[in-house]
């Protein structure tokens, strides 16, 4: 059981190169998720999507665009990179447990993104 | 979402006890509080998570009061292996159809010295 899958791991893009980054998981999640993390920072929420089919804006979704293609994958595209996108990049996955509520969400190893 | 106020950092020893207090004063009433563990260069780890009074698992407690205005992880007898920011959400719906987002705030770094 892999759970959130991330690629790559590592990427160096130059300024205004475009690239995806692509996320799977295989825990039949509903929910998935997008953050970046610069160094000695925490999270920031990217995008969403609480449901296949339904994308939503985050904190800093300017930059970039994502697609939920189907319940196991969630990708996010960099149209246009700049130095400022460098950053740690996590995918997450969360559902609903247990009968009261509250949800765990599950990450991925993250993919470091260089734009020089 | 509530807005969380966690310390930014706590040093501590191996073998103590570490509390981290997180401050949450417009929780809502279906809220749940949950907290995280991120070692460096990995994604954030699910810890332990309650709704109020106390909860324990094999990792941590966390300590809930009456007024679920604060919460408070606490780690027994830590290791060299808990050093690591520690994030506290409040927030997550009950309510599937509103999806869960995630937000953090900065987190906590604790340092465990030998």
């Known amino acids: 059981n892999a759970g959130v899958t991330q690629t790559p791991k590592f990427q160096v893009l130059k300024t205004g190169q475009s690239m995806t980054l692509q996320c799977a998981q295989d825990?039949?999640?509903?929910?998935m998720y997008w953050y970046r993390q610069d160094p000695g920072m925490g999270l920031r929420l990217i995008y969403y999507?609480?449901?296949?089919?339904t994308t939503d804006k985050g904190e800093v979704p300017n930059g970039y665009n994502v697609s939920r293609l189907n319940k196991r994958e969630f990708s996010l595209r960099l149209e246009s990179a700049a130095p400022s996108q460098t950053s740690v990049y996590f995918c997450?996955?969360?559902?609903?447990w247990g009968s009261g509520g509250g949800t765990e969400a599950f990450f991925g190893q993250g993919t470091r993104l260089t734009v020089v | 979402l509530a807005k969380t106020t966690q310390p930014i950092s706590m040093d501590s020893y191996e073998g103590q006890e570490v509390n981290i207090t997180c401050s949450h004063n417009n929780i809502a009433t279906n809220d749940y509080i949950t907290w995280y563990q991120q070692f460096p260069s990995q994604g954030p780890r699910f810890i332990i998570q309650?709704?109020?009074t106390k909860v324990t698992n094999e990792v941590a407690s966390l300590f809930i009061p009456a007024d679920r205005k604060s919460s408070t992880l606490s780690l027994p007898r830590v290791s060299l292996s808990d050093t690591a920011v520690y994030y506290c959400?409040?927030?997550?719906?009950?309510?599937?159809?509103?999806?869960?987002?995630?937000?953090f705030g900065g987190g906590t770094r604790v340092l465990v010295k030998p």
């Open positions: 999507s609480a449901s296949e089919g």
């Open positions: 825990m039949n999640h509903n929910s």
């Open positions: 309650g709704y109020k």
């Open positions: 959400l409040v927030g997550l719906s009950m309510i599937k159809a509103a999806g869960n987002k995630l937000t």
């Open positions: 997450a996955s969360s559902e609903i």
